[in-house]
């Protein structure tokens, strides 16, 4: 296999088609189908017609807090924390955007009326994460104080800010465990109407978690990709879940995963043999999957960690080629974006 580099995941991308806002519909997005030759323009509710009875749709039902919160230190500087991870006795993990960083013991003044204090970096004192006490006058945890005070994390690409609507589109319709600061966006183009349809057609479902955090949007810097160091993610495969996984392959049915941070889970949960904790799982051309048949995706970002596993999984020069079909035919790009449909190529294990 050849050996590939950060810009072999390049690609000129029109800035009119990263999406602003969600389709007006869930379902109502356009569905790239990518799973044969050539590929087939579609709607995604149309996607029961390409499952077959016995299929397992696998989702991640984590949920989206509004993570974003604001204050300002005690000289009056302003600042913006990013929570990443919520720890015990009221302690947070962020990400801190300021002019200068404010040091150890530092109370900070928060929008909402709570208290921030830093008790320094985490995990290692040189980490770009910081961990925080929150106290409130109420009694509130951190997540009632993040549901109250808090702002959806949009991307860095969505240009505006938090709206009512970006509340509810920016979260599944199957949302359950608290924790993630991104939202596992394939899973944004199901509602109501569509679940009843696949189990309609014979589809089962499942669940894992994976808190997905700020780092899946983070750069990757060297050109040689081995280099690459992955954020950290929380995940869970229940025990339901392996059992159906088990019972689809046992009769001839097909696992779908429902997003790459659903990829990344099972393929943490395969390669660890650990079905819960933390993975810095990094998939990239010429890796075995373990698990999954098909994969529901939106489009990623040129040049991103995400860009390397889908090519890993349908194939480079396959994933190339779609990506260059939709962006002649105006598909909708990221996280508001419209979605694909691949089948993992023969080549690659599983």
Known sequence: MRAFTLSDFDFDLPPELVAQHPASERSASR???GTGAPAVDRIFNQLPSLLRAGDLLVFNDTR??????????????????????????AEVVAHMKVSKKPPVGT??????????????????????????????PAGEDPYALMARC???PLPPYITHTDSADDESRYQT??????????????ALHFDAALLAALE?????RANVTLHVGAGTFQPVKTEDIAQHQMHAERYEVPEATQRAIAECKARGGRVVAVGTTTVRTLESWAKSGEAAGDTRIFITPGFAFAHVDLLVTNFHLPKSTLMMLVSA???YERVMALYAHAIRENYRFFSYGDAMLLARTPTAPC
């Open 150 to 152: 808090g702002h959806v």
């Open 107 to 136: 109370t900070l003044a928060m929008a909402g009326g709570f208290a921030a204090t830093l008790l320094g970096r985490w995990p290692e004192e040189d980490g770009a994460l910081f961990r925080f006490r929150f106290d409130s």
């Open 173 to 186: 319709v199957f949302a359950r465990v608290p924790g993630a600061v991104a939202a596992p966006t394939a």
């Open 200 to 204: 309609a057609r014979g589809v089962q």
């Open 313 to 315: 999984f349908a194939g």
């Open 64 to 89: 989206v807090v509004k993570a974003r919160l604001f204050g300002e230190k005690p000289t009056g500087g302003k600042l913006e924390l990013l929570v990443e991870r919520v720890l015990q006795g």
């Open 31 to 33: 569905l790239l189908d």
